[in-house]
């Protein structure tokens, strides 16, 4: 690495450093060691890690191959311009999760499967220990695309391959990880096999979820059926890790908008899901005046618009996906209606604050002095709190490194929040966890057009590796 480059990175990276050193809470203990280190990986002297680069060609062939397992909808005339429905434990799922199998055991890996069906591929390191391993997801949405997920799995194949071409041993073992339902897509829970790998959902929960839209398979029964319902306990216990990075599209528009490359995600922002039910009365369109109606839709319609407004008051976000009302008939003023609601934001105090105010707003909504008719009863049920998540400054700062080796450039870069969530919420409660995001077409994803370039993937593939090798390399001194 060329001085003025070291001494570069040293001058953007100290006061980053020195504010880590000063934050205190559960990593408090690790702060003035990761000054220390990453100081050093800022100097330069450890820049090299073996100057390896992944095969953009070799990685895009396995991803656009594999994808032919759940081909979905088709966008484009070139035969990689499809989308992707490869539901979890779906036949399609299980041809991808085959290939997973036999491509990592053909290049010297040893393949776990746990109950859960998440599959580990570890590769022996010189040393004995827990591996340091890449993660993410084989299963997309039922009209998805190409790239979520998928790609981090596959970055990870690549890595293998090419430390196997250059005969590299690492300090320690290094693995992938397919982590099972990760969408919530089929089964109902999303991140689930990764939440019982934590210890935060019971597996009994998670083997008992049913297929949505009426289905009457559950999830053991499909891990029984494909072949996947391994004998391994799904446990951070069973099967630890030292640590957990995943590479993923940033499924927005920040770093396409900014024309950067890397986003070093340094957390994901909190959120929750609620159902909201509001109950009125049937009546008849033609009969009833507004002044002795309880129109559970027009309430609901309401609510909905005041959660955009309050959300953005608190620079939060808040979402509507699901809506059902009944009796559904055009000449009958609906009297239940029920519908999901998503909030999130950076913080939990923010959604705590946002919580209580749309409570209280959605309750003078449904009050006559609002609907100036009848009284609409409302009901509120959490289903999922999912709080902020930290990442581990060891990995942000390891994926930093890697990513300033690879662009050569500190513009090139950025430190984001994941506005989503991913295995690795779960997986940063038992070992230090970052992410890596590369930029995907006008932010769109969950859509079968989600589109990455190929050079872009490269370069996310690269800062992976470099970052796995990087954080191997602090093992074997002892310094995480």
């Known amino acids: 690495m060329a001085p003025c480059r070291a001494r570069a990175l040293l001058a953007y990276q100290l006061p980053l450093l020195r504010a880590a050193a000063l934050k ?69 799922d299980k041809k991808a999760r085959d290939w997973f199998v036999e491509t990592t055991m053909a290049l010297g890996c040893s393949v776990t499967i746990d109950e859960m069906g998440n599959v580990f591929a570890i590769r022996p390191g010189r040393n004995v220990g827990p591996p340091t391993c890449v993660g993410s997801h084989l299963d997309t949405q039922p009209s998805g695309g190409r790239y979520d997920g998928i790609l981090g799995v596959l970055a990870g194949v690549e890595m293998l391959r090419i430390l196997n071409e250059r005969d590299a041993r690492t300090h320690f073992p290094v693995g992938v990880v397919n982590w099972t339902n990760e969408e919530g897509a089929r089964f109902p829970i999303s991140m689930v096999s990764s939440g019982v790998w934590a210890g935060e959902v019971p597996v009994e929960t998670a083997h008992g979820l049913r297929e949505v839209r009426g289905g009457t398979v559950t999830m053991r029964s499909e891990l029984e059926r494909i072949g996947y319902l391994g004998s391994v306990p799904a446990s951070h216990t069973s099967m630890p890790m030292a640590a957990h990075f995943e590479l993923h599209i940033e499924q927005g528009p920040i770093l396409e908008n900014h024309k950067q490359k890397i986003g070093i995600v340094t957390g994901v922002q909190a959120y929750r899901w609620y159902t909201v039910q509001l109950t009125g009365r049937d009546a008849h369109t033609g009969t009833t005046p507004f002044d002795a109606r309880a129109d559970a839709m027009l309430a609901a319609c309401r609510m909905i618009a005041c959660s955009h407004d309050l959300a953005a008051k608190h620079s939060a976000l808040a979402s509507t996906g699901i809506l059902t009302l009944t009796p559904g008939s055009v000449n009958t003023i609906p009297g239940q209606v029920k519908f999901s609601l ?62 300033l080796s690879v662009t050569g450039d500190t513009s090139l870069f950025r430190e984001m929040v994941s506005g989503a969530g991913h295995d690795s919420v779960y997986t940063s409660r038992h070992c230090p966890t970052s992410m890596i995001f590369v930029p995907c077409r006008n932010g769109v994803s969950h859509n079968p057009e989600e589109f990455a370039k190929a050079e872009d993937c490269a370069t996310g593939a690269d800062v992976l590796m470099q970052s796995v090798l990087r954080f191997d390399h602090l093992r074997s001194e002892e310094e995480v």
Do not use: Y
Not at 30 to 39: D, L, P, T
Not at 344 to 354: N, Y
């Open 24 to 92: 205190k809470g559960s990593r408090g203990q690790w702060a003035a060691k990761s000054f220390a280190h990453s100081a050093r990986l800022a100097s330069g002297r450890r820049q090299s890690v073996g100057g390896f680069t992944v095969n953009q060609d070799r990685l895009m062939n396995d991803l656009h191959r594999t994808c032919k397992w759940g081909t979905g909808k088709r966008w484009g005339s070139l035969d990689t311009e499809t989308g992707m429905s490869r539901l979890s434990l779906s036949d399609s």
């Open 342 to 403: 998503d909030i999130r934001a950076t913080s939990d105090a923010t959604l705590e604050t946002l919580e209580a105010e749309l409570k209280a707003e959605f309750s003078r909504l449904a009050s006559k002095d609002v609907t100036k008719g009848l009284d609409v009863s409302v009901t509120w049920q959490t289903d999922t709190i999912s709080p902020a998540v930290d990442f581990h400054p060891s990995c942000i700062e390891t994926v930093r490194a890697s990513a």
